[in-house]
């Protein structure tokens, strides 16, 4: 089966490089084209449009920013792809409404779409172990699972489309809130000038506790963010869309805008890059007090 990648970021670049070491044939385009070239190396082929990367594929991934990027690849070039008769799927996190008015475009031109947003990042893509899920056709996630497969290790079909945008929405917002939370107890505990062991070791034995707080850790003890998975910048874009959807079905967005604030309040001092949990310095201002 030839895949071809379409947004070859710091995700799907992995994602290229995972399916082509499982034996896959990729191809794969990049807006900024000299992002792909390291992906030539490992026998990606690089196509100079997208239109070129769809006509060579089986299935090909979308794994663009937003679903402004998604248009304006698939339906906003000067070379806009012909997509009768092929099969993609997107990736990213975009809303629900967004993923079904994407499906209705493809399928008004005779395509066939399905959404697989993931749950993970490089460690889990690099290995296999995303959590993938998808939603659309049945029989469409059956013809993709192979693709699936290589990605993780139970690739989940949840119901129609939008569904597993909703669901990819919800956790990411888990994210956000769980570095939040984090962020702020940390930042507590080392105002009172209290032993961040002890705190951790509470933590651990309660029903509180997340291995993203052992993870993320180091860094905020360090301040040191850099060599981000996933930067302040993609935390940012996810939060202010998890706030929409929330706005659009009722529900109170609140505390999402709270960090999203803090996250831009971060990106104006220079973390646009950096790891996400450097929405810590936003939140706690550690600046003020270096035991912080």
Known sequence: MHVSVLGTGLLGGAIALRL???????????????????????????????????????????????????????????????????????????????????????????????????????????????????????????????????????????????????????????????????????????QAGLDVEQFMGLVRQSALYAPTFDKKLPKYLSHDYASANFPLKHLLKDARLVERVLVEAGIDAGTVTVVADAAERGIADGHADDDYSSVYEALVDARRDTTC
């Open 20 to 190: 082509k070491a499982q034996g896959f044939a990729v191809s794969a385009w990049n807006r900024t084209a000299e992002k792909a070239e390291p992906l030539a190396e490992a026998g990606i082929d690089l196509p100079g449009t997208p239109a070129a990367c769809i006509e060579v594929a089986d299935v090909t991934l979308t794994l663009l920013a937003d679903a402004e990027a998604i248009d304006a690849t698939l339906f906003g070039g000067e070379q806009t792809p012909d997509l009768a008769g092929r099969t993609l799927v997107q990736m990213g996190t975009i809303a629900p409404a967004e993923s079904r008015e994407l499906g209705v475009r493809i399928a008004s031109v005779g395509g066939a779409y399905l959404e697989a947003p993931v749950l993970g990042s490089l460690p889990e893509a690099r290995v296999g172990q995303l959590l993938v899920m998808a939603s659309g056709d049945e029989a469409l996630f059956q013809h993709c699972l192979p693709v699936f497969a290589a990605l993780s290790d139970q690739p989940l079909h949840i119901g129609g489309l939008g569904q597993a945008a909703a669901l990819k929405l919800a956790l990411n917002q888990l994210i956000v809130g769980l570095t939040a939370t984090f962020s702020l107890s940390l930042g507590l505990v080392r």
